[in-house]
């Protein structure tokens, strides 16, 4: 990689795309391109196409896609199978056309079975029935990570995928029915400290949790997954799949007490049976990617701290995602 070769960021402004915008340009990377979504529609092909005609990038990172928690998933099957192999074909297709020497795609852990061992290996994929909550997702994305595949295998070309587990940190969605648990969790817990504030009292205002608490999630900060892709650009990896993690977990619950712990919140916390619990457990193994000489460096404390301090800077402007 040269530090002028132009790198399409697909998704810039999300959570993902700009942290890995910024990691890059900290690097000394100066070509970078980015379009929104209203700029560039990624599930038009046509566009797509025209756009890699003109640009003509040298690398891809596809860090574009319908991205939910586990309701907004659940209730919109059909936007995050279709929208997301419509975003992903057309960049891939596009890319292996335009002759983009290097593409990075981004998954996500739930491509595993929902039962496979843990910690989970490369090697589990497709070996048994998904989590329902986001097989739909899960399927659009491994076919991703079947199309890198099949151009390393085919034209030999420089595709990879790299799997994130859960992700969190400045920039993410704070959307209290289309967010992940860890940014809902902070913005509950800090609305009911200030609810109980408002009316006076010393005890914050009780908060609702969805499920019971007990699924087992591993965080990763995204400013770690950022400095992961940039490793990624900077050497060629011997093989298509390589997962994304810390290498530890926690229970729901005990994520829940370090937030609350963080934000100051002094109030009960009732959880909704209602609501999914999703998978029981997804851990990564991180062996491969230790191997090839990266690991995560920012620990769950510090980068929940690190993410509520840019919470409170960002109260007005905060992403409220909406389906
Ligand atoms: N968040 C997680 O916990 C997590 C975990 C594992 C993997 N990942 C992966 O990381 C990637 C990014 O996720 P994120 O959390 O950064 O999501 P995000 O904050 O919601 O960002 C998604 C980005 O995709 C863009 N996008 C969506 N639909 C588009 C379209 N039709 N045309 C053009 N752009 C479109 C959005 O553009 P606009 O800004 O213009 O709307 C936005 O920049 C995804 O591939 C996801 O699977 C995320
Ligand atoms: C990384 C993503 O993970 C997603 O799975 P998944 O971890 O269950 O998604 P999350 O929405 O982060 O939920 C994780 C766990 O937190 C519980 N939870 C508790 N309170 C809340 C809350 O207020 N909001 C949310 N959202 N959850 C909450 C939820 O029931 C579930 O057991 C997948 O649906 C995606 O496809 C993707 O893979």
Known sequence: ??????????????????????????????????????????????????????EKPAVVIDAAARVGGILANNNNPFQFLMENMQIQNNLIDSSLKADVQKFIFLGSSCIYPKLAPQPLKEEYLLTGPLEPTNEWYAIAKITGVKACEAIRKQFGKDYIS??????????????????HVLPAMMRKFHEAKLAGERNGTTCSEPVKLWGSGSPMREFLFVEDLA???????????????????????????????LIQKTVGHTGDINWDSTKP???????????????AGWKAKIGLEDGIKRTYEWFLKNQETFKEVKI
């Open 227 to 257: 400095d992961a892709v940039v490793f990624a650009l900077e050497n060629e990896f011997k093989e298509y799949l390589y997962n994304i993690g810390t290498g530890t977990d926690l229970s729901i619950k005990e994520l829940a007490e």
């Open 1 to 54: 990689m040269r530090k002028n070769d132009k790198i399409f960021i697909a998704g810039h402004r999300g959570m993902v795309g700009s942290a890995i915008w910024s990691a890059l340009h900290a690097k000394g990377y100066t070509n970078l391109v980015g379009r929104n979504s209203l700029e560039l529609d990624l599930r038009n092909q046509l566009a797509v196409s025209d756009f890699f005609s003109e």
């Open 162 to 179: 790299l799997m994130p587990t859960n992700l969190y940190g400045p920039n993410d969605n704070f959307d209290l029915t289309t967010s």
């Open 277 to 291: 619990d999703g998978t029981p457990r997804k851990l990564m193994d991180v062996t491969k990617m230790q191997q």
